[in-house]
């Protein structure tokens, strides 16, 4: 199907890759976030912006990361004091590095298929 009837069929969807990341970074805004975060049964909270706002600074410093664990020991240490992982979980039950990447508009990495990541296909 074209472009522009995707747009008229289902205009508001978003051009998302097989594996649901956005396909252009640039496009993404707060009211996306919030509507990835509907498709995923999550209402979004301050607790879950702080998550997103880190995870999009940490993408703009390091670029894609080599590793999920990276990602995931980022997210560790930066939340250790509400709770670290569990924390983490409670906000994105689909693993933070998964869930929360997608939602921030950032290409999930390739490895994350541990659960402590989440899952991505």
């Known amino acids: 199907m074209p472009d522009i009837m995707k747009f008229i ?8 890759d097989p594996a649901g990341n956005l396909i252009a970074l640039n496009d993404w805004s707060e ?3 919030r509507k990835l975060a509907r498709e995923m049964k999550i209402e979004l909270k301050a607790d879950h912006w702080e998550v ?4 999009r600074d940490l993408y703009r410093q390091q ?3 080599a590793h999920a664990r990276d990602v995931l020991h ?3 240490e930066r939340f250790e004091k509400k709770g670290g992982r569990k924390h983490l979980y409670l906000l994105f ?3 933070a590095v998964t869930q929360g990447s997608r939602i921030a508009g950032l290409p999930v ?10 899952t991505a296909i």
């Open 9 to 16: 069929v289902n205009e508001g969807a978003l051009d998302k």
């Open 31 to 33: 009211d996306i976030a």
């Open 52 to 55: 997103i706002n880190f995870l």
């Open 63 to 65: 670029g894609q990361p």
């Open 74 to 76: 980022a997210l560790e």
């Open 93 to 95: 039950p689909g693993g």
């Open 109 to 118: 990495p390739k490895d994350s298929t541990d659960p402590s990541f989440g």
